[in-house]
């Protein structure tokens, strides 16, 4: 079993390598956001596995903005990153005059960045947008390099004032062979439906790659190399990874307050529940928290600054708990027409996820600083806020309590309890609805000494049979998986088959699965099922 981002990296590295010897492979990255797509690329561009001598990678972020400033930008990425490739050219002030120099080395890129430069000015934006795509081509043309262009949060090109900036897009994908696409993307579920929709083309099509948060030894290695002066024990490690959505961004900042925290001396190093809940404090709560700074702007935008907002009192209700639809009308005192419109735009902006009749957060942590931070700070009528912080420090110290306490206990016990939550729901996961009965009765098969834990659930009238499996699953544990349903089918009417892999699957063993009727559930899928319910996350 092998790393997946390393998997991934290696499989870009493989990809821009085939292009600079004119095998073009385009692709897309998409991924929650803070989950690491920016980093993973800027990585890519500094590895020393690339052959940079025959590529020119040109890296663009579109942000929502005036579309003057990103044909500016635009032309300043190009041109830097062709000032970088050719050691015989100097950086002068500007752009401006750097586009005059290159009149005399490179005419046809100065002359293509003059006419985008003068479209912009003369209001012609459909043009400008056109002939700038055209810029790499044009580089890879006078230089002989090939030109990768990456555009991160690509989905943000049809918030500009352009007619069709994905149609122009696609064509300029299928007649420009030598400039590889590389787009990103934080949504989802909008640029896998432009990419399936729009930008899905005989010749040029998209590679997709789906760049998930970090496993759990991942998120214990980023956590371990950013706390160099502490030695935080693996569970506490595993707190901090599971409560911040194993996201890379939100554990820098959380491990960057707790070295100030302790180089300060304010706390000793080996109390790390008292780290962890004064960071969080820190971070997350107080108002000049980098998190809650980022969440209050976040919040504010999809509330368009009314906190009274219909989408902001749908978010407060989820938060809170309440994940079916009626539950969240109920508790929002709005129509379950409005709650059913507010739902599906939310997620179709990838803020929260659909799973059969659940809704949740697709981050975590912001459904958490909606209920402990925003709502106690806008139902306050307190003045320092001290009531509050005491509040927020005492949920934290809670939610690690709680973490520890269940860690303690067995996992084929923490499954049965989720088990005993079930009540006739309909979820759905991995793209499939199934209906979760009541079970009445659970019992835990298999003795200790087992390499594997089976457990049976029954309804009273269908049983399901659960296979827990710690290890990572081949195809040898499938057959004796399905050997083992034959015996018990002979004195017990099982319904579905459940295999949970928690260190995943081979290929061919989630064949060999599928061809056998059973549903596999890696520890992304367990965890799903564990937050709709309201469990925390094993790990």
Same mark, same amino acid.
């Given at each position: 079993?092998?790393?997946?981002?390393?998997?991934?990296?290696?499989?870009?590295?493989?990809?821009?390598?085939?292009?600079?010897?004119?095998?073009?492979?385009?692709?897309?990255?998409?991924?929650?956001?803070?989950?690491?797509?920016?980093?993973?690329?800027?990585?890519?561009?500094? @590895?020393?596995?690339?052959?940079?001598?025959?590529?020119?990678?040109?890296?663009?972020?579109?942000?929502?903005?005036?579309?003057?400033?990103?044909?500016?930008?635009?032309?300043? *990425?190009? /041109?830097? $990153?062709?000032?970088? @490739?050719?050691?015989?050219?100097?950086?002068?002030?500007?752009?401006?005059?750097?586009?005059?120099?290159?009149?005399?080395?490179?005419?046809?890129? *100065?002359?293509?960045?003059?006419?985008?430069?003068?479209?912009?000015?003369?209001?012609? /934006?459909?043009?400008?947008?056109?002939?700038?795509?055209?810029?790499?081509?044009?580089?890879?043309?006078?230089?002989?390099?090939?030109?990768?262009?990456?555009?991160?949060?690509?989905?943000?090109?049809?918030?500009?004032?352009?007619?069709?900036?994905?149609?122009?897009?696609?064509?300029?994908?299928?007649?420009?062979?030598?400039?590889?696409?590389?787009?990103?993307?934080?949504?989802?579920?909008?640029?896998?439906?432009?990419?399936?929709?729009?930008?899905?083309?005989?010749?040029?099509?998209?590679?997709?790659?789906?760049?998930?948060?970090?496993?759990?030894?991942?998120?214990?290695?980023?956590?371990?190399?950013?706390?160099?002066?502490?030695?935080?024990?693996?569970?506490?490690?595993?707190?901090?990874?599971?409560?911040?959505?194993?996201?890379?961004?939100?554990?820098?900042?959380?491990?960057?307050?707790?070295?100030?925290?302790?180089?300060?001396?304010?706390?000793?190093?080996?109390?790390?529940?008292?780290?962890?809940?004064?960071?969080?404090?820190?971070?997350?709560?107080?108002?000049?928290?980098?998190?809650?700074?980022?969440?209050?702007?976040?919040?504010?935008?999809?509330?368009?600054?009314?906190?009274?907002?219909?989408?902001?009192?749908?978010?407060?209700?989820?938060?809170?708990?309440?994940?079916?639809? $009626?539950?969240?009308?109920?508790?929002?005192?709005?129509?379950?027409?409005?709650?059913?419109?507010?739902?599906?735009?939310?997620?179709?902006?990838?803020?929260?996820?659909?799973?059969?009749?659940?809704?949740?957060?697709?981050?975590?942590?912001?459904?958490?600083?909606?209920?402990?931070?925003?709502?106690?700070?806008?139902?306050?009528?307190?003045?320092?806020?001290?009531?509050?912080?005491?509040?927020?420090?005492?949920?934290?110290? $809670?939610?690690?309590?709680?973490?520890?306490?269940?860690?303690?206990?067995?996992?084929?016990?923490?499954?049965?309890?989720?088990?005993?939550?079930?009540?006739?729901?309909?979820?759905? /996961?991995?793209?499939?609805?199934?209906?979760?009965?009541?079970?009445?009765?659970?019992?835990?098969?298999?003795?200790?000494?087992?390499?594997?834990?089976?457990?049976?659930?029954?309804?009273?009238?269908?049983?399901?049979?659960?296979?827990?499996?710690?290890?990572?699953?081949?195809?040898?544990?499938?057959?004796?998986?399905?050997?083992?349903?034959?015996?018990?089918?002979?004195?017990?009417?099982?319904?579905?088959?459940?295999?949970?892999?928690? *260190?995943?699957?081979?290929?061919?063993?989630?064949?060999?699965?599928?061809?056998?009727?059973?549903?596999?559930?890696?520890?992304?899928?367990?965890?799903?099922?564990?937050?709709?319910?309201?469990?925390?996350?094993?790990?």
């Amino acid at each position: 079993m092998s790393d997946p981002r390393v998997e991934i990296f290696n499989t870009l590295t493989h990809r821009v390598n085939s292009f600079s010897e004119g095998y073009r492979q385009n692709i897309a990255i998409i991924g929650d956001p803070h989950v690491g797509k920016t980093s993973l690329i800027k990585a890519l561009l500094e @590895s020393s596995s690339i052959k940079r001598e025959s590529v020119i990678p040109i890296y663009m972020e579109i942000k929502i903005e005036p579309f003057e400033f990103c044909i500016k930008r635009f032309i300043k *990425a190009s /041109l830097s $990153q062709l000032l970088y @490739s050719d050691a015989l050219m100097t950086a002068p002030p500007d752009a401006i005059l750097l586009i005059q120099d290159l009149e005399k080395i490179y005419p046809k890129i *100065a002359q293509i960045c003059k006419r985008v430069l003068q479209d912009i000015e003369r209001g012609k /934006l459909e043009e400008a947008y056109s002939f700038m795509l055209d810029i790499p081509s044009v580089i890879s043309e006078e230089t002989k390099k090939r030109c990768i262009l990456i555009l991160d949060e690509f989905h943000n090109l049809d918030n500009f004032i352009l007619k069709n900036p994905f149609n122009i897009l696609a064509k300029k994908i299928m007649i420009q062979k030598d400039t590889m696409y590389l787009l990103l993307s934080s949504r989802s579920t909008v640029s896998q439906r432009l990419i399936s929709e729009k930008l899905s083309m005989l010749f040029g099509n998209f590679e997709k790659i789906i760049l998930g948060p970090f496993d759990i030894n991942l998120t214990r290695t980023f956590l371990h190399d950013n706390l160099k002066e502490i030695s935080f024990p693996p569970a506490y490690l595993d707190f901090i990874g599971s409560f911040l959505g194993n996201k890379p961004l939100y554990m820098r900042i959380i491990c960057d307050e707790i070295e100030r925290l302790v180089l300060s001396k304010k706390i000793p190093a080996n109390d790390y529940a008292r780290l962890i809940e004064t960071a969080f404090t820190e971070a997350v709560f107080k108002k000049t928290g980098m998190i809650n700074q980022h969440f209050f702007n976040f919040f504010s935008k999809i509330s368009e600054g009314r906190p009274l907002s219909q989408a902001a009192s749908v978010l407060i209700s989820l938060s809170c708990g309440n994940k079916k639809q $009626q539950d969240i009308a109920r508790s929002s005192k709005l129509q379950l027409r409005d709650i059913s419109r507010i739902l599906g735009k939310l997620v179709d902006m990838d803020i929260i996820a659909r799973n059969g009749s659940f809704y949740r957060f697709k981050d975590c942590l912001f459904s958490f600083w909606l209920r402990h931070v925003y709502m106690k700070r806008i139902m306050s009528f307190s003045i320092d806020e001290a009531f509050e912080e005491n509040y927020f420090n005492k949920e934290v110290m $809670q939610r690690i309590n709680i973490f520890m306490q269940e860690l303690e206990k067995e996992l084929s016990f923490r499954i049965a309890d989720l088990f005993r939550l079930f009540k006739n729901d309909i979820v759905q /996961l991995n793209g499939k609805k199934h209906r979760f009965c009541a079970f009445n009765n659970i019992e835990k098969l298999g003795g200790e000494g087992s390499p594997y834990t089976n457990i049976m659930a029954n309804s009273g009238k269908v049983n399901w049979l659960c296979s827990i499996r710690k290890e990572f699953v081949t195809e040898n544990d499938i057959l004796e998986i399905i050997k083992d349903i034959k015996e018990k089918k002979k004195t017990s009417r099982i319904k579905q088959n459940i295999l949970i892999s928690l *260190a995943g699957i081979s290929d061919n063993a989630h064949l060999l699965a599928k061809e056998a009727k059973i549903w596999v559930w890696d520890l992304g899928t367990l965890n799903v099922l564990m937050e709709l319910y309201g469990k925390p996350y094993i790990v």
